[in-house]
């Protein structure tokens, strides 16, 4: 049984008035009825949170989950149209508990799929073998096709396969692991990527499994190093205590105009080199609101101001919204140059995530852009900002809401979402949520820099 066919069956079931403990629901659609009191009903209702999370919910490796989709609809038919909103309700709670559990193991498919190249009939196509916790074939592999979709793929599971033609997604049976078993050059691309990203300095073996599961590692070609970096480490540390570090060189008591044009001319990172220009920061000079965020896109980069493409436009109506003029705030971000990758055709500018070097190299421009402006409040958008600002590896989810106020940069700091990751969200909930959660936070920012008195304050 799929999620539609339980849709049309439940539909029937609720017009006939049959009461949950009647319907036993399983794989196999069957029913078994006794005669409990019926309560037919005209016209079911089917709520629209309720519509979003059953797909979730009939993803999920759980054998009752079937039942549980039909207690919750007779519920909001019969007793109250509000009942996902009683968190407490065992029916809704175990509701949600499927839909985080489904929710994660989706993006950790997203994350952790390693695409291998074949040869088909003499046409270059990708596989791959994933195992995922729950049933999420169809839920998570639309985002490949979005993704990848110039190239043809094919996505095995245990349970389920999903087949891209270039056209369209379509579902078949699922593979064991030694059935699928393809060595390729790619694996030599994943080892060297993940090589050039392990930090020996943060080597932290139980976060490391914690973050990427050991039940994932046999399809991943990167995991085969794992010991043998583990293995380097103290070798490595040494070395990277002994290169060393960049750091722009920024004079002291300049004004803004005259920072601005020598950083211009800073060729500290190589990344100077690669873009159109230095987006420096803009704004009131004199504002107690600093808004920071990661590094400049492709059109900041062309145009040479933060904030201005597709992320700042969010940005930009999320401050209108509040009422807050660009003008009468600064805007900059932690490092001032696009970093990029050319695209597959090379027509295109990939943006690229700045590395602890880079945030290193271009921390004293901040630094001085903060000392010259003097805000009371900064909001630093997305993990590179507020890693920067607060010194330390920041994960948005366990910062935000609090207002940091033992910085030595500002008196308060407050971590919020960055517009890309609201552009970039999972699904259209994550990005409505996230989105309220930007605003909110921009709210509380505007507030704090207008009063003196912070609450809710934190040390961290
Ligand atoms: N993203 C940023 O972090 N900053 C910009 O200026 C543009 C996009």
Redesign the pocket.
């Known amino acids: 049984m799929n999620w539609d066919e339980w849709r049309a069956k439940a539909r029937s079931q609720l017009i006939e008035g049959v009461a949950p403990a009647e319907a036993v629901w399983n794989d196999a659609p069957e029913f078994l009825f006794s005669v409990l009191e019926r309560k037919p009903l005209e016209k079911p209702v089917i709520p629209k949170d309720f519509l979003e999370m059953g797909p979730l919910i009939a993803a999920a490796r759980e054998p009752d989950r079937w039942n549980l989709l039909y207690r919750l609809v007779y519920r909001l038919n019969h007793e109250s149209p509000h009942l996902l909103n009683i968190i407490t309700d065992p029916d809704v709670k175990k509701a949600m508990d499927l839909v985080k559990s489904v929710r994660k193991d989706i993006h950790k498919m997203h994350a952790f799929v390693r695409f291998k190249k074949v040869d088909i009939d003499g046409q270059e196509g990708y596989v791959a073998w994933h195992k995922p916790e729950h049933l999420i074939m169809e839920l998570g592999t639309p985002f490949f096709a979005r993704r990848f979709g110039d190239k043809p793929w094919s996505i095995f599971s245990p349970d389920a396969s999903a087949h891209w033609n270039m056209k369209e997604l379509t579902f078949g049976a699922g593979m064991t692991e030694h059935e699928f078993n393809i060595e390729d050059e790619f694996d030599e691309v994943w080892k060297t990527y993940y090589k050039s990203i392990f930090n020996p300095a943060r080597l932290n073996l139980k976060m490391m499994k914690q973050e990427m599961s050991p039940k994932y590692w046999s399809s991943m070609p990167e995991t085969a190093l794992i010991h043998e970096l583990v293995r380097e480490a103290p070798q490595r540390l040494q070395n990277m205590a002994a290169a060393p570090q960049v750091r722009a060189d920024v004079p002291k008591n300049k004004s803004l105009a005259e920072m601005k044009d020598l950083a211009g001319k800073c060729k500290i990172c190589p990344w100077a080199g690669q873009s159109t220009q230095t987006?420096f920061g803009e704004g009131n000079p004199e504002a107690d609101f600093m808004i920071v965020?990661?590094?400049?896109?492709n059109d900041?980069d062309l145009n040479g101001q933060?904030?201005v493409?597709p992320?700042?436009k969010l940005l930009s109506e999320a401050l209108q919204e509040l009422g807050i003029r660009r003008e009468s705030i600064y805007i900059t971000?932690a490092v001032k140059h696009f970093k990029w990758t050319p695209s597959d055709d090379g027509k295109a500018r990939i943006h690229k995530k700045p590395s602890g070097t880079d945030m290193h190299a271009c921390k004293p421009w901040l630094e001085a852009e903060i000392a010259a402006v003097k805000p009371r409040v900064i909001i630093a958008?997305?993990t590179t900002a507020a890693t920067a600002i607060l010194g330390r590896l920041v994960k948005i989810n366990e910062y935000r809401e609090k207002v940091i106020t033992n910085n030595a940069l500002a008196e308060n700091i407050i971590v919020s979402w960055?517009p890309?990751a609201i552009l970039r969200a999972f699904d259209q909930k994550d990005a409505t949520e996230k989105l309220a959660q930007l605003k909110s936070d921009l709210a509380k920012a505007l507030a704090l820099s207008s009063s003196a008195v912070s609450s809710a304050s934190i040390q961290i």
């Open positions: 987006v965020g990661e590094q400049p896109g900041e933060a904030f493409g992320a700042g971000n958008l997305g960055h890309s």
